[in-house]
């Protein structure tokens, strides 16, 4: 395989990744981690829909924005966004609120809507990092322009500092795991990902990744650690780390996302979030088929991974 095949592979895996993680996490969602586990184990591990969620068609409207306009434009993501909504799709309340902003002052001026929530702090929920992979895709070699449009299309729902950090952070983790070559060493890129435009916050959930990764692994005190230290919530700070370890931790796509499904809580997000890193550094041919062909969209999703692809070989 030439480099170019395996970089489409890896586009492909980030993409497809994401939105298996999402698929798989979703019907677990706030479950323990050992309730999860349990009901995956019992039904041999294969999906019980197939069905995404917010985090997928979310990703789905970054990616389809960014090659419409060949780049990021805040007033198109925000009407992609518009566009694509679909309430079933367990959306939180935070982002349905700044859509509603937005339906009523107009997409163009998408940088105030977010700004309003929370006493104008501003959202610091997963809800930027978890959409944020064809950001990673696209600018995998070009940190500066990936930090600024993780930060970009994060305010157009989440203005918190936590927030738009998470999302230039798991970017990052995309783009490492890009950039890296199948087999290559996971101490590295958690060394890389720490040269990463982030706060003394994010800073030190890295360490704790790294002192975790060193523990002698009996599973069970790893998970209970990943979950008091790293977290398995809807934060952006107590989740981007946790999806961060489930791929270090791991040797394999599948073996990655049994654990983010056994720390259990935001299961859909950080299995997400998981698959999009793990599948971007193994590639979408470990994926397994059984989880591929049960994926609503599947082959849409590959699409826009291939369009992306294309995007960056013209850009
Ligand atoms: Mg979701």
Redesign the pocket.
Known sequence: MTGDEILLRKFEGAMLGAAVG?AIG?PV?GFSGERAARLYDERGWKMVSGRY???TEMMIGVAESLIACRGFNGEHMAMQFLRNYDGS??YGPGTEEVFRILRRIGCQRWREASLSLFGGEGSYGNGAAMRVVPVGLLYHDDVNKLVEVSYESSLITHAHQLAKEGAALQAYAVALAVRSDTGGERLKMLRALKEAPISSSYMEKLSRIEEILRMERHDDEVRKRVISELGNGIEALNSVPTAIFSFLHTENFVESIKFAISVGGDT??IAAMTGAISGAFHTVSEIPDYWLTDLERQSYIRQLADNLHKLWKEM
């Open positions: 999402d979703a969602e969620t917010d985090d799709r367990g859909d997000t």
